[in-house]
Structures are given as C-alpha cells and as structure tokens.
C-alpha cells in the first residue's frame, strides 16, 4: 500500500526557512509525481510544486523565487524548502502522489500543520 | 490561473441526493478528456480523491459517488447521501499549471 507520511518543525519563525520531509512507502519516488500542497485556515488549498520521476521540477509561479523541492532516491523522500517565511504561510502542508496522465493526487500524506510566529 | 468557484454551503437531508456545482473559468477540457477532479476531506484528515477526470470513480470509492460535466461546468453528486458523507468536497483542475482547487462546499445536514 502506498503511504505518505510528512514530518517537520511545527513552528517556523518569520523570515525563516520551512524543511519538510515527505517519506514515501509501498512505491518508489522515481515512478509518478509527487507534490506539495497546503491548506491555509479558512480552507484555501494551494498546489505549491512537485519533482517528477526523473528529479524534474515544476513550482506555482507564486511561490518560484522561494521554493525548492528535492529529493533522495535511496531512502525514498522527497522535499520541501520554502524561503523568507510570513504568518501567511501558516498553513496545514500536504505531500501528495500525482499520476503523469493527470488523473488527480491519489495518495496523500496525513498533513503536517506549520505555524509562522515570533 | 484557472479559478475554480464552488458555492460554500449546501444542506442535505440522509438518504436525499446532494449536487456540487464547480464552475471553472475557462475550459479545462482537452479533446473528450474532462481534467478535473473531486476530493472529499473530513475534518483532521487528508483530502481523499473521489473521481478523476470529471467521471471516474477513483478506487475504493462507492458507487452512490458520481461526477458529471465538460468544459466549464462540473457536478459531483451523492446519492443517496449517508451520515459519512458529511465533509468538504473540493473539484481540483489539471488542465493547465499551475493546477488550482475550488474554495470547497461544506456539506450538511438539514
């Protein structure tokens, strides 16, 4: 069965950097996409980018300059790095598995809450 | 971007059919291929894929889950409705990047 499980600070202060981790198990990281999506208090959710089976990027413009995802094959994890953080990127960040032939995100990860504050 | 608009609110009886509208704003068909998709997200869970492009149950899903539409209009509908359908529901489109979700309806019981 394929999981996806997010791990990371809970608490980021402003200015700071976001790290998250996404560990992927039952399926292989260098088959499909796999992405970063939040949902911000009040429910708005927000595709953020992903990394494709060959380590190809892609990131909603919105966020280009301050996002970075990556991965490590040999453990089966991908990555989020998001730059010069505010209190509006408090949100709830998923990680998600994306099918190449765009039939949605099938599998996603529990969430990991990340609040911006001094 | 595509945005999706979803109406807030919609209030059910159990047992009666439920209809979620999604109106995109521009077209996120390519040929007969319909690109958008709904997700039901209870309260502390990740969102779960209920049908992709447009018409497709996504596996496990039960069949009293249905979606319908083209182009820029899209349906989701429930019938008939049970207790555990109480959720969120959000239509989410892949034809263009970035790839964008509807603001979500809240369903309800009446």
């Not at chain 1, 994890?77 to 408090?90: G, I, R």
């Not at chain 2, 820029?72 to 790839?99: G, H």
Request: proline share 5%.
């Amino acid at each position: 069965e394929v999981q996806l499980q997010e791990s990371g600070p809970g608490l980021v202060k402003p200015s700071q950097s976001l790290s998250l981790t996404c560990s992927v198990t039952g399926y292989s990281i260098t088959s499909n996409y796999w992405g970063w999506i939040r949902k911000f208090p009040g429910n708005k959710m927000e595709w953020m980018g992903y990394i494709s089976y060959s380590g190809s990027t892609s990131y909603n413009p919105s966020l280009k300059s301050r996002i970075s995802i990556t991965r490590d094959t040999s453990k089966n994890q991908f990555f989020l790095q998001l730059n010069s953080v505010t209190t509006e990127d408090t949100a709830t960040y998923y990680c998600a598995r994306a099918d190449p032939k765009r039939t949605g995100f099938d599998y996603w990860g529990q969430g990991v809450m990340v609040t911006v504050s001094s | 971007d595509i945005v999706l608009t979803q109406s807030p609110v919609l209030a059910v009886s159990l047992g009666q059919r439920a209809t979620i509208s999604c109106r995109a704003s521009q077209s996120v068909s390519i040929s007969s291929i319909n690109l958008m998709h709904w997700y039901q997200q209870k309260p502390g869970q990740q969102p779960k894929l209920l049908i992709y492009r447009a018409s497709n149950l996504a596996s496990g899903i039960p069949a009293r889950f249905s979606g319908s539409g083209s182009g820029t209009d899209f349906t989701l509908t429930i019938d008939p409705v049970q207790a555990d359908d109480i959720a969120a529901y959000y239509c989410q489109q892949s034809r263009e990047s970035p790839p964008t979700f509807g603001g979500g309806t809240k369903l309800e019981l009446k």
